[in-house]
């Protein structure tokens, strides 16, 4: 599946899923784009920009990985703009702190039921290619999984001290290792 333009997708499920709140005016609050190759360990994310508090959200993006989608059908596209449009609206819009809690359950499920096109899930989940890791590191925050091939003492949940510390380095955050086996 080529890639298809972000920009309109996420226009369309604004309209129709958060009540067209993640745009003030005609502007989006935030930036929507396709990755570079680089981006292999999640399927996408959203990221608070530094400029929150004094310019509304400026800088805050949400990037989806071109390697792991472009081979995979729209709907997998589509889930995971919307998954990490719900990330987006609880930040900017209802301006609380939470990863995958109640406000996320409760917009999914809203989600889920108004539409056939997708299904939202927590995780994203699609084959990551990736050889078999030695190690899977666990956020304790959010509970996201990543292959690592060592441990890394002190390492922090990228994603957790972005969305809840404002990018720094956080004790909440630093990932927990559990032994993969070669058949995970
Ligand atoms: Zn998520
Ligand atoms: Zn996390």
Request: net charge positive; glycine share 8%.
């Amino acid at each position: 599946m080529p890639l298809v333009p972000l920009l309109p997708l996420f226009h369309r499920f604004n309209r129709e899923h958060f009540s067209g709140s993640l745009v003030q005016g005609s502007q989006p609050l935030l930036a929507v784009r396709w990755s570079d190759g680089r981006l292999r360990k999640t399927a996408g994310f959203y990221r608070r920009g530094p400029l929150l508090a004094a310019a509304g959200g400026q800088g805050s993006e949400i990037v989806l990985s071109r390697p792991l989608l472009e081979p995979l059908p729209q709907s997998a596209t589509e889930s995971t703009l919307c998954h990490e449009m719900i990330h987006a609206w609880i930040d900017l819009v209802l301006h609380v702190r939470e990863g995958h809690g109640p406000h996320f359950h409760a917009r999914m499920a809203a989600i889920n039921a108004a539409q056939n096109e997708f299904q939202l899930s927590v995780r994203h989940q699609f084959p990551v290619p990736i050889t078999p890791p030695r190690w899977w590191a666990v956020c304790p925050c959010c509970g996201r999984r990543s292959p690592y091939r060592r441990r890394m003492k002190k390492a922090a949940c990228r994603q957790c001290c972005d969305r809840h510390h404002g990018g720094s380095w956080h004790a909440s955050c630093v990932l927990v290792y559990e032994p993969a086996s070669l058949e995970d």
